[in-house]
């Protein structure tokens, strides 16, 4: 999500935003259908109905101007793509497993990508990216974060938050119900940078308060 600008005129950038989703079965269906119809239906698993009011269902001429998207998937990794053609703007997020390393990475990869044919129209970006939430280390976690993931809370840290471009996160100590106290050591971390400028890494922003 962030601020664009161009020719002047100020716009949200927020690319895969699921209120602003095509839905072409759905509101081609609307445009046919009557005001006193019971709207469009979608079969359940028990044999019912769910009813989709008109009003969540976007006109023609109002779909229109929402951004396409695309979704491919190969045998590691895996590509969206979304083309505003209001803003000209095109998005594309890969992810992929990271090659040849003796440990376990996962790679987001953001391009986007000024379309506009106005050569001459410069445009100017500010962009918050990354994932939302970040999981830490410490033992057995899988079915704690689920029961008791505001307890969880407790043990869980960031190092290396005052540098801001590579934090690195783990519990205190495992959090099993036992008489010793193990101490973790293991964390997970991340980084970011731009291509042409990988020695730098960007700041990230750990703590999610500051963001939503």
């Not at 359940?44 to 009813?51: C, L, N, T, Y």
């Not at 997020?93 to 090659?99: C, D, I, M, N, R």
């Not at 990475?105 to 410069?122: H, M, Q």
């Not at 010793?180 to 050591?185: L, S």
Request: aromatic share 10%.
């Amino acid at each position: 999500v962030g601020w664009g600008k161009s020719d002047g005129e100020s716009f949200l950038v927020e690319p895969f935003d699921p209120a602003r989703t095509r839905f072409a079965q759905l509101y081609s269906s609307r445009n046919t259908q009557s005001s006193s119809s019971s709207s469009l239906k979608k079969n359940r698993k028990d044999g019912g109905k769910m009813k989709i009011p008109p009003s969540l269902v976007p006109g023609a001429e109002e779909a229109a101007n929402y951004p396409t998207r695309s979704m491919f998937i190969g045998s590691n990794e895996m590509q969206i793509r979304e083309v505003d053609s209001v803003h000209k703007i095109e998005t594309n997020v890969s992810y992929y497993t990271l090659p040849e390393e003796d440990f376990g990475a996962f790679v987001r990869r953001t391009t986007i990508a000024n379309i506009d044919d106005k050569s001459d129209r410069p445009l100017h970006l500010s962009i918050l990216d990354g994932l939302a939430r970040i999981q830490p280390v410490g033992g057995k976690l899988n079915y704690q974060l689920k029961t008791i993931g505001r307890t969880l809370e407790g043990w869980m840290g960031v190092d290396e938050a005052d540098h801001g471009t590579m934090p690195f996160f783990r519990m205190s100590t495992e959090p099993a119900d036992s008489a010793a106290v193990v101490v973790e050591e293991a964390g997970h971390f991340c980084l970011s940078y731009i291509e042409s400028d990988e020695k730098e890494f960007l700041p990230i922003v750990y703590d999610t308060s500051k963001v939503f």
